[in-house]
Nanobody, 113 residues
């Protein structure tokens, strides 16, 4: 049972990235899943979540309208589309299974000109 994060990188302000979280050993559609980020010197910050029933999505205020969480059940993969990136979005991003906090290793997003 594991989660593997990928898709991070360095982009200029206003740029976009798509983060992926590939799950193995369980079915992501059966669990509430979320993305969390941790900026240097700061604590973890919840970013977004998608629930199992109906696939309702939720976002922290600072990313509403810019980030989109989704999942591909056939690929058993969770995604986070990041648009209109700002320097304040720089952080290590990781996916997390809500029921027990199983998490991926994280993928670094750096927004810099």
């Amino acid at each position: 049972v594991q989660l593997v994060d990928s898709g991070g990188g360095t982009v200029q302000p206003g740029g976009s990235l798509r983060l992926s979280c590939a799950a193995s050993g369980f079915t992501i559609s059966s669990y509430d899943m979320m993305w969390v980020r941790q900026a240097p010197g700061k604590g973890p910050e919840w970013v977004s979540a998608i629930n199992t029933a109906g696939g309702q999505t939720h976002y922290t205020d600072s990313v509403k309208g810019r980030f989109t969480i989704s999942r591909d059940n056939a690929k058993n993969t969770l995604y986070l589309q990041l648009n209109s990136l700002e320097p304040e979005d720089t952080a290590l991003y990781y996916c997390l299974r809500g029921i027990d906090s199983l998490r991926g290793q994280g993928t670094q997003v750096t927004v810099s000109s």
